[in-house]
């Protein structure tokens, strides 16, 4: 969306969108349109579900971001495309970048701007921008950050010229999807894992047969038997955790001492 609002804004020409079908949500089963189509339509731009169309209209080159689909060798003939991606390729293909950077303790990212081909995010790239992760920061904070750099450096490149893709170089890592599993914290690891899994979003823990979600958390140091919580701040296989948001199963968000006070 971020994208998409900086080209318009830039003066580009936007034949098309393409988005995901509308999706049916919440009690009545309502379609509902994907943020994507919503932006797209309040901008005045025409959209379709349909992948096809976007050979039909009369565009120069294609602009993918966060598809999540991939797109035909046949289409990619007919229209030339470019991909922002949210890592420092090749670390990092795939659905999870931000999740996975996050995860595995990096302390930079960025975006690439590079050409869409056959393999899974395995194009050449035109342009990349980095920036440090924060030690602190969830995934929602550094892909809007990520978003904002990414829209930067696509609307400067098709201002300025695309030049020349260089092949991706290093390592090449992948970012698979973040499993429900995962998203479990588990106290026989150490505090500075969990709040990366906590940082990723969806983290929970079970307290009295009952799910708790955690959505801040401070690793610090100290020791005690893991999973053994004193107030707000639960022992782990190294260091402590502090809880700082939690969400008890079927109730709101709500700061850790609070509940802490209401579970007694």
């Not at 060798?73 to 990092?92: G, Q, T, Y």
């Not at 098709?158 to 890592?173: K, M, Y």
């Not at 020791?223 to 022992?235: C, I, K, N, R, T």
Request: charged share 30%; aromatic share 4%.
């Amino acid at each position: 969306m971020v994208a998409l609002r900086a080209l318009v804004d830039a003066g580009f020409e936007v034949p098309l969108v393409i988005s995901r079908p509308d999706r049916r949500r919440g009690r009545g089963s309502q379609l509902v349109a994907s943020p994507v189509k919503r932006a797209a339509i309040d901008l005045g731009l025409p959209v379709s579900d349909q992948l096809g169309d976007a050979v039909e209209v009369d565009a120069d080159i294609g602009v993918v971001v966060a598809y999540g689909r991939i797109i035909p060798v046949s289409m990619l003939e007919r229209l030339a495309m470019v991909n922002i991606h949210f890592s420092l390729l090749p670390r990092w293909r795939g659905a999870a970048p931000v999740e996975r950077a996050i995860l595995a303790g990096d302390r930079e990212t960025g975006v690439c701007l590079m050409e869409v081909a056959e393999g899974l995010d395995e194009g050449a790239v035109f342009a990349r921008r980095s920036l440090t992760i924060g030690a602190d920061e969830s995934a929602t904070e550094l892909r809007d950050r990520l978003a904002v750099l990414g829209a930067k450096l696509l609307v400067d490149s098709l201002r300025h010229g695309l030049g020349s893709a260089e092949p991706q170089v290093g390592e090449t890592t992948y970012a698979a999807k973040i499993e429900r599993h995962e998203a479990r914290l588990d106290f026989a690891r150490s505090a500075e894992q969990l709040q990366r899994t906590v940082r990723v979003g969806r983290a929970w823990a079970e307290f009295r047969g009952r799910r708790l979600g955690v959505e801040r958390a401070r690793a610090l140091p100290g020791s005690g038997p893991p999973g053994e919580l004193d107030g707000v701040v639960v022992a782990t296989e190294r260091g402590l955790l502090e809880l700082v948001t939690v969400k008890p199963e079927g109730k709101k968000a709500m700061a850790a001492k609070d509940w802490v006070n209401g579970v007694q």
